[in-house]
């Protein structure tokens, strides 16, 4: 059988602790130093020695007190806090980097869509076209607060606002320069074609932004757009806009049924069911033998913080697992809204009832493989076989996880024809759907603004009143 590749990502996040919490700790991580661009530049060579299509960069914007009443133990875990800024980094990262993509988070609440859209068009240049963007609506209420607002907003209000960022972006991105702008004529001394620039008009509930978009079109004009909502409202969002989602699929199973109904979403929002590409969350334990990498895994365990995945868990599912004892099962408490992670942990482990520590470790630990270079290319064909189409590798130990991914399994895997021996010319989004022409298909709702602004007699800046002429 000819296997299709797979698409790999380093999924990361500029933090001391990201997923597997306290591991930190081993003398052998480097995550501690992440003020230090060397650090980065490392994981960045890795991953590209590795042939990796992207660092995948997640980010948080506020830490809610939502573990025994308090945010100290986030701080005392180093738990996503410091967090430095993705974009940034990720810009310190180009002249590192020749092939790799590079994809950050960034919400909806922390910068206004012009002047996200303008950096993001900057990045995209300086890059040759490897940037990727993970959008982001935040959940949390230290977020909204950050930014001004009370309180988070309602989750459905939201994704309306989100829907209005979007189409600002698309305007400046897709619209606003129209494909033969730059004349670049030295001889006749005109830069650019000012009939073909166009200011936007948008008048909306959240935002006016006028126009015209400041930067040339880039490579890829848009970025190359993730979105990881698991919502109905949030996967509706991914169907409309998203080129890739995050997903961390409880199993094979749950990943064909998942993906299934997700691909025919896409089509009834008038796109094709492959324009999607599904990546899972996955981290791995690698040995020579299967008694190898289970030693290995038992002794990575021996460093986790349980008090650092229930932290975690606490946040993301708004539960304060601080309020029940670590071994009481989970059906003899009151906590409502974990019992999905409870069948996670048992279905993993048939035969035993999920207490209250196995539920704060289900999702992390459920998203391991532990095995030979082998093995896990035997179940990666079989995550394939659901409907996959690439991996975000989380770290356990930091880089280290990475290269032993790099050195150990990447062989395995392109020998298979899982995973690409050498990159292939283009941008990011050429690599990841070689059928296209760097641009997002004209099926896709931001192709909707190419050619729609006409050329204004004059480009007057000044606006009366509550319009603008």
């Known amino acids: 059988m000819n296997r299709k590749r797979l698409i790999f990502n380093a999924f990361t996040m500029n933090v001391v602790s990201h997923v597997y919490h306290g591991t930190w700790r081993n003398p052998e991580t480097t995550q501690v130093h992440l003020n230090d661009l060397d650090t980065w530049v490392e994981l960045a060579r890795i991953a590209e020695a590795g042939k990796f299509d992207a660092l995948f960069f997640a980010d948080v914007i506020g830490i809610d007190p939502a573990f025994d009443g308090s945010w100290d133990a986030y701080i005392r875990e180093g738990l996503q806090i410091p967090c430095n800024d993705p974009a940034v980094l990720c810009a310190a990262l180009l002249a590192s980097t020749t092939n790799l993509g590079l994809t950050f988070t960034s919400s909806i609440l922390s910068e206004h869509p012009f002047s996200f859209a303008r950096k993001v068009s900057t990045l995209d ?90 930067v040339s079109p880039s490579p890829q004009r848009t970025p190359v757009l993730y979105q990881a909502g698991a919502s109905g409202r949030g996967r509706d969002f991914a169907a409309r806009h998203a080129e890739g989602t995050f997903v961390v699929f409880p199993s094979v199973e749950g990943a064909r049924r998942g993906i299934a109904d997700q691909r025919a979403l896409a089509v009834t929002n008038g796109r094709r069911a492959d324009d999607l590409k599904f990546i899972q969350g996955m981290s791995f334990v690698i040995g020579s033998t299967e008694e190898e990498a289970q030693r290995k895994a038992a002794e990575i365990d021996e460093w986790v913080s349980y008090e650092g995945l229930a932290a975690h868990i606490s946040r993301d599912m708004g539960i304060d697992l601080a309020k029940y004892d670590p071994t009481m099962p989970i059906e003899q408490t009151d906590a409502v809204g974990i019992q999905g992670y409870a069948r996670v942990f048992e279905d993993a482990n048939p035969g035993r009832k999920a207490t209250v520590a196995d539920v704060a470790g289900a999702l992390s630990y459920n998203l391991r493989m532990v095995g030979t270079p082998e093995s896990i290319a035997d179940r990666l064909e079989e995550w394939q076989d659901a409907g996959i189409d690439g991996i975000n590798v989380i770290a356990q130990y930091f880089p280290g996880s990475y290269r032993e991914f790099v050195e150990h399994v990447i062989p395995v895997l392109q020998e298979r024809g899982l995973a690409q021996r050498e990159y292939e010319p283009g941008t990011l989004r050429e690599r990841l759907f070689p059928d296209t022409d760097g641009r997002l298909p004209d099926r896709h709702p931001a192709a909707a603004y190419r050619g729609a602004f006409e050329p204004e007699e004059v480009l007057s800046t000044h606006g009366t009143g509550a319009g603008w002429h």
């Open 125 to 214: 240049h300086l890059s040759k076209g490897r940037i990727g963007w993970n959008i982001v609506t935040s959940v949390s209420h230290n977020a909204a607060q950050n930014y001004g607002l009370d309180e988070i907003v309602a989750h459905d209000r939201r994704y309306e606002w989100a829907e209005e960022y979007m189409d600002v972006v698309y305007k400046l991105w897709e619209g606003s320069w129209d494909e033969g702008a730059v004349l670049a004529d030295r001889e006749g001394g005109v830069y650019a074609d000012r009939d073909q620039i166009h200011r936007i008009h948008h008048q909306g509930e959240n935002y006016r932004v006028m126009g015209p978009h400041l």
